[in-house]
């Protein structure tokens, strides 16, 4: 289970950045008044989602290449944290998806650098207090005063994505013949949220002001909800499934 488990959420993540691009093209032409088009529907989506993995595999290559020349741990840290600014900064530019891009270059290196392992360490170990700033952030945002406005889409939004994540993990792996613990759990695995679905909501409120504090309000209640239940259902059924041990 926890071997399909890592893939299934990277994919799943990506798949998720890619599908908010297109979305966000059809939710911003609709709130214009502008007819939809091919060019909304597909071709702008599509040349965002295109550049941004062909943006985050140039990237991540650049990075390979020049971190050959370091040999500190603390020199390739630097050019980590060079290579993440650089990316956000011309995907800002160039109005491309900033964190499908810093994706593509995490996958980029992995498959590609002999040291992304010692990498992924180092980093490991600087990153904590970064996302506990960033989960203070976008917690300090969460307007309760929304909530009563989107009650009904939010009880819907926390029901049906537990629905879906659960279907889809059981199905996925009835059609492939998986193994029986992975039809079984992989699903409740599935529950937690946090950083790619607060990006995103964060993301909305400059790209579509009017709705993004309700969308914002509904994402952080529901990561709320999912981070106190989402751990404590993986760890039951990565029990019952054998893979972590009393003791």
């Given at each position: 289970v926890t071997r399909m488990l890592l893939p299934v959420?990277?994919?799943?993540?990506?798949?998720?950045?890619?599908?908010?691009?297109?979305?966000?093209?059809?939710a911003r032409t609709l709130d214009s008044?502008?007819?939809?088009?091919?060019?909304t529907l597909l071709v702008k989506p599509l040349i965002e989602i295109v550049g941004s993995l062909a943006m985050g595999v140039l990237i991540g290559t650049v990075m390979v290449f020049c971190l050959r020349f370091f040999h500190s741990r603390g020199n390739k840290l630097t050019m980590t944290i060079l290579i993440v600014f650089l990316a956000v900064g011309l995907s800002t530019?160039?109005?491309?998806?900033?964190?499908l891009v810093c994706m593509m270059i995490g996958a980029t290196m992995i498959n590609v650098?002999?040291?992304?392992?010692?990498?992924?360490e180092q980093c490991?170990?600087?990153?904590?207090?970064?996302?506990?700033?960033?989960?203070?952030?976008s917690g300090a945002q969460l307007n309760l005063g929304v909530l009563p406005t989107v009650g009904l889409v939010g009880v819907c939004y926390v029901l049906f994505r537990v629905v879906g994540k659960w279907l889809g993990a059981m199905l996925g792996s009835r059609m492939v013949h998986a193994h029986p613990n992975?039809?079984?759990?992989?699903?409740?695995?599935?529950?937690?949220?946090?950083?790619?679905?607060i990006g995103l909501a964060t993301m909305t409120l400059t790209k579509l002001p009017?709705?993004?504090?309700?969308?914002?309000?509904i994402i952080?209640?529901?990561?709320?909800?999912?981070?106190l239940t989402g751990p404590v259902i993986t760890k039951i059924a990565l029990t019952k499934a054998g893979e972590i041990v009393k003791g």
């Open positions: 959420v990277a994919m799943d993540d990506a798949l998720g950045l890619m599908l908010y691009a297109i979305m966000m093209a059809i008044g502008a007819a939809l088009s091919v060019m530019m160039l109005d491309l998806s900033s964190l650098s002999n040291d992304s392992s010692a990498l992924l490991d170990r600087f990153t904590p207090p970064l996302f506990l700033l960033f989960f203070v952030i992975v039809q079984k759990y992989l699903g409740f695995t599935l529950i937690p949220q946090a950083g790619v679905a009017q709705y993004g504090r309700q969308i914002q309000a952080l209640a529901g990561t709320l909800i999912y981070e």
